[in-house]
């Protein structure tokens, strides 16, 4: 009589490092937001003629500068949380924080 034993992959989603991951872009995007905005009107020079000369260029910088920040920090936290499978946690963390941002951006608007 031989006993055989199967071995079974089970692929387990760690929620937590996804909710992490999560906290993790809204307090980097909230931090990164609130400096942005203050280098921005730091910029700012009301008594000239053209008061806003450069802020365009210095928002889409600032913004893809974010942006990648962001990303990095993203990926770095669900990708360590994780025990196994760092790609679809990374990719969770991509879908919550999107609909967390969707949601926080209808209530902005409704609430305006």
Known sequence: MSVAKELVSVREISWGSVIGGVMTVLTVSLLLST???SLGLS???PT???PVNGAG???VVR???SIII???ARAFIAGR???NEGLIHGFLVWASSLVVAAVLGGLLVGSV
């Open 70 to 72: 962001i990303l990095a």
């Open 57 to 59: 260029t210095t928002v």
């Open 35 to 37: 400096l942005g905005t």
């Open 63 to 65: 913004s893809a500068v």
């Open 81 to 83: 949380l994780a025990a």
């Open 43 to 45: 910029i700012v020079d």
């Open 48 to 50: 000239s003629d053209d």
